[in-house]
């Protein structure tokens, strides 16, 4: 077994390593998985995506994590966290996401992976507040948000898909530790 930094009861958590560019580029170019992204990723934008979380891992202690399914090693995509330094009206802020291979969806990972990484978010990291942004039509990513327990907060039209009228009306989530 890889050596994970925190584990789900089917999923392992760990930081990139250059053998997922393949794979992650795989999942990044499929235009199912980018139904509501403005394009699919080329495969430099993946690597350099896969560096800039390497780079955010060693400076926060988090990322949007490389995951594998425990019982295969399979790599099936990420779930976790990222810094958003200034892309938008409320940034900076902590955001929960995720992008899973199709072949792996409908399983429940992205909702069990994504409660993990809540739970790693407030009680090893001491992270007070996570976000989460869609496109109002993204209904799965939304149904995954409200099954984690976030809250909606408001809408907004997000200024770098202004004019794609399928995807600018986007929505925030939210979530805060739970203080007692
Ligand atoms: C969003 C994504 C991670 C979900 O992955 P997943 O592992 O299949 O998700 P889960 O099985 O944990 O939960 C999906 C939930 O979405 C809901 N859902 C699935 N298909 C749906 C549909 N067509 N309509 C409404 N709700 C739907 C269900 O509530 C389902 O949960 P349940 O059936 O177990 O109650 C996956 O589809 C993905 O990688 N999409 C592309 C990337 C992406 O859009 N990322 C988010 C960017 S904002």
């Keep these: 077994m890889a050596d994970y930094i925190f584990t789900s009861q089917r999923l392992g958590f760990r930081n990139w390593v250059s053998a997922d560019v393949p794979s ?4 990044s170019a499929n235009k199912e998985v980018m139904e509501f992204f403005p394009y699919e990723a080329t495969p430099a934008q993946t690597k350099t995506f896969i560096e800039r979380m390497q780079t955010m891992f060693t400076e926060n202690g988090y990322c949007y994590f490389a995951v594998d399914r425990i019982d295969t090693n399979e790599f ?17 802020y902590i955001d929960i996401g995720w992008r899973l291979s199709p072949k792996h969806w409908g399983n429940g ?34 149904a995954v948000m409200e099954k984690i327990g976030m809250s909606k907060k408001f809408e907004f039209i997000h200024p ?3 004019g ?17």
């Design 24 to 27: 992650m580029t795989e999942i």
């Design 76 to 92: 099936i995509g990420f779930i976790g966290l990222c810094y958003q330094k200034n892309n938008l009206s409320f940034s900076p």
């Design 109 to 142: 990972f992205a909702t069990e992976g994504a409660k993990r990484c809540l739970q790693y978010a407030f009680e090893k990291l001491k992270l007070k507040t996570i976000l989460s942004t869609a496109p109002l039509a993204n209904i799965k990513s939304i």
């Design 160 to 162: 770098k898909l202004l």
């Design 164 to 180: 794609n009228k399928y995807l600018e009306n986007c929505v925030c989530y939210s979530v805060s530790k739970k203080t007692s």
